[in-house]
C-alpha cells in the first residue's frame, strides 16, 4: 500500500492494455473517478477505484481497510444488477498492478459509462436546498427514488444526512419499500431539530458509551442517548427513537480537546435497536462520509459556493482539486491540516 501515491491513476497510465487514463475527474465518499478512453470499443468511460488517500487513512487498522473494499465489491455488484436509465451501466471490474518508481501497486477497479455534466450541488438553485423544502421534494420524487427503485432494500437500514431527512423520502422507505430509516436531523428540519435538541438538553447517564480509543491521531469516545417518548409528538412519520450522540475528541499531539453533538431519529423501535446498535448504524454512515468529503466540503467550503454559471463550477473545482494535489505533492500527511 505505501508503494502507491495519493492519486492512484497518472494520464497515459494504460490497464489491462485496454483503458488509457486520460485525467482525474473527481472524488467520491471511497474512491477516484477517472475519464478514460477504451481502445477495442474507441469510446469514453469512467474508472472508479478505491483512492489511496482513504487506505492511508486507515492504514493502522485493516479491519477498516478490509471493510472498505468489501464496501467497494458490493457496489460493484449491487450496480451490475440495476437495469434503469438513471444508473450508470457497469463495463466491468477488474485488478491492474501500476508501476512506480517505489514499486508495484496493485488496485481494483470499476470500469462503467461516462456521462458529462455536473454534479447535485452545481444543480441547486442559488440559494441551495435550504429552505426550498418542495425544491427537495421534486428532486426526490423525480430523480432519486427511482434510483432506489431497481433495488432490493426491503429490511434493510437507509442512512442519510440531512438533506434526506424528508418525510416523503421516510413514507417511501416504511411504507412503498417496507426498510428501515436513520437520518440526521440538522437545520433544515428547524422544527423537528429544535424538538429533539430540547428533549435532550437535560440529559442524564447516557444509554450507552464506547470505551475510549485512539485513532487517526486522536482519543475519541462516543456516548448515546436514545428516546421513544418523542414517537407521538414528532411530525415525522414513523418515528421508533429520537437520539442524540456525543462525540468528545482530545488530539493526541496537541491536547486539544472538543465536544460535538449530533441528533437523529431512526425508525427502528428500542425492541428492533438498542442504543448500541443505533450508535454502530451512525458510526457506519459517517465513517464514509469523513474520509472523503471533509476536505472539499469544510476546508473549501464547497456546499456554500455560489458559482453557478457557465463552466465555473468545473473550473473553480478542478482549481480546488489542483490545490489539493500540490499541498499533498510536498508530502503533506493531511491537508486539513
Known amino acids: 500500500m505505501s508503494n502507491c501515491r495519493i492519486n492512484i491513476f497518472e494520464p497515459g497510465n494504460v490497464l489491462n492494455n485496454k483503458w488509457v487514463i486520460l485525467e482525474l475527474i473527481g472524488k467520491g465518499a471511497m474512491g477516484e473517478i477517472y475519464l478514460a ?29 478490509e471493510t472498505a473494499f468489501q464496501r467497494f465489491k458490493r457496489e460493484v455488484h449491487a450496480m451490475a444488477r440495476v437495469r434503469h436509465p438513471n444508473v450508470l451501466q457497469i463495463f466491468d471490474y477488474g485488478s491492474a498492478v501500476i508501476q512506480r518508481e517505489t514499486g508495484d501497486c496493485p488496485v481494483e ?74 437520518f440526521t436531523v440538522k437545520g433544515n428540519q428547524p422544527q423537528l431539530f429544535e424538538d429533539i435538541r430540547l428533549y435532550f438538553e437535560d440529559r442524564r447517564e447516557p444509554d450507552f458509551v464506547v470505551d475510549p480509543s485512539l485513532e487517526h491521531g486522536r482519543i475519541e469516545t462516543r456516548k448515546i442517548w436514545t428516546t421513544s417518548a418523542l414517537n407521538d409528538y414528532l411530525d415525522f412519520p414513523h418515528v ?11 488530539e493526541k499531539k496537541t491536547g486539544k480537546d472538543s465536544t460535538e453533538l449530533a441528533y437523529g431519529i431512526t425508525s427502528r423501535t428500542p ?25 472539499i466540503d469544510w476546508n473549501f467550503d464547497e456546499d456554500r459556493s455560489r458559482i453557478r454559471k457557465g463552466h465555473g463550477p468545473e473550473n473553480i473545482r478542478r482549481l480546488r482539486h489542483f490545490a489539493i494535489s500540490i499541498i499533498k505533492s510536498k508530502g503533506v500527511r493531511s491537508v486539513e491540516q
Not at 421508533?240 to 482530545?250: L, N, S
Not at 425492541?271 to 454502530?280: C, S
Request: glycine share 4%; net charge negative.
Open 37 to 65: 478512453h477504451q481502445l477495442n470499443l474507441k469510446r469514453d468511460v469512467a474508472i472508479k477505484v478505491v483512492s489511496e488517500e482513504l487506505l492511508k487513512d486507515f492504514e493502522d487498522d485493516p479491519d477498516e481497510i
Open 109 to 182: 477497479f470499476i470500469a462503467m459509462e461516462y456521462i458529462p455534466g455536473d454534479t447535485l450541488r452545481f444543480t441547486m438553485s442559488e440559494e441551495g436546498f435550504y429552505p426550498e423544502q418542495e425544491l427537495t421534494r421534486d428532486w426526490l420524487e423525480e430523480y432519486f427514488l427511482p434510483l432506489l427503485d431497481g433495488i432490493d432494500i426491503q429490511g434493510k437500514e437507509i442512512t442519510a444526512d440531512a438533506l434526506l431527512t424528508q418525510r416523503r423520502f421516510a413514507c417511501y422507505l416504511v411504507e412503498d419499500r417496507r426498510a428501515h430509516y436513520h
Open 240 to 250: 421508533g427513537q429520537a437520539f442524540v450522540i456525543e462525540r468528545q475528541r482530545i
Open 271 to 295: 425492541e428492533q435497536a438498542d442504543a448500541q446498535q443505533v450508535l454502530e448504524t451512525n458510526r457506519g454512515h459517517w465513517s464514509v462520509e469523513n474520509c472523503c468529503h471533509y476536505t
